[in-house]
């Protein structure tokens, strides 16, 4: 980033940001492109090493402060004990975390299924409404939050994984236009596949075409951040998105859903 863009985007959506979901893959990425951008961090996921070892490599790497919390973000109210009992308000919160389990809706148990909606709907929509309160009253501020192309269209084997993007996508869209009255900016990024840990847990063989890193992904959400309501990240994904959402019946679009996502495990 230059500097000028580096200092609008400090004043904007500094000093301080929230990643929730950090430890690996995209939110770490957004980790680094915060602290490159100069933001302080507060990072939040589960595996305290993970985080903690991140932490030290940033504030190595950047002139930023690093504070990272172990939570699970399926519990929304210790989410929000963290996020008011912290000692700084925020400019910024990215919500990358999701759970994705693999397998047909009938094969998923109840557990899980409540889990999804807790860690994917739930909390970042409660932790939307918490941390955009802050920003309204400060007349400034920026809110992220992770949706996919998934959530575009029905999606066989990852069905309430994608309606949950769907439900983050439409949100980020409808308070883009809700916030704008107090400069506050909202963005949906609907990724394609990103090479990250989980991806590859889950994927077999070789990459998708399209895919993407976790640091391509992050830097043109971030660059997006004030420009619209969606970003869809690298130029395949967003030709695919535009032949199998304008051009392609609903059937065909849900069928090439089902072409790849049939042998994710
Ligand atoms: N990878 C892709 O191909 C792809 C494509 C489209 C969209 N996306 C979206 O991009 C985002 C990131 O994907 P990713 O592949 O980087 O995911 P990932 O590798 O599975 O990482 C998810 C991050 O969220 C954290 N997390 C997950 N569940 C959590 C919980 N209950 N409490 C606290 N932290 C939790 C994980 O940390 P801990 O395990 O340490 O808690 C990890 O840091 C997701 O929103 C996903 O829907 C990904």
Known sequence: MN??????????????????????????AFARALADRGLNLLLLARRLNKLEVLAMELKADYPVEVEVLSVDLSDFDVVKKAVTGFKESFGLLVYNAAFAPIGYMENIDEENLGRIVDVNIRTPLLL???????????????????????????????????????FNRILAEGIWKELEKHQIDVLASCAGAISTPGFKKASTGSDAPGTLTAREVAEETLNALGKGPTIIPGFTNKLAHFFMNRIFPRKWAISIMNKNTKDLS
């Not at 500097?3 to 770490?28: I, R």
């Not at 809110?143 to 069905?159: D, R, T, Y």
């Open 128 to 166: 939307t409404k918490l941390m955009s309160s802050a920003m309204i009253a400060n007349r400034r501020g920026g809110i992220v939050l992770m949706s996919s192309l998934a959530g575009a269209q029905g999606s066989p084997k990852i069905a309430t994984y994608a309606a949950s993007k769907a």
């Open 3 to 28: 500097k000028n863009s580096t200092a609008d985007f400090k004043v904007k959506y500094g000093p301080w940001a929230l990643v929730a979901g950090a430890s690996e893959g995209l939110g770490a």
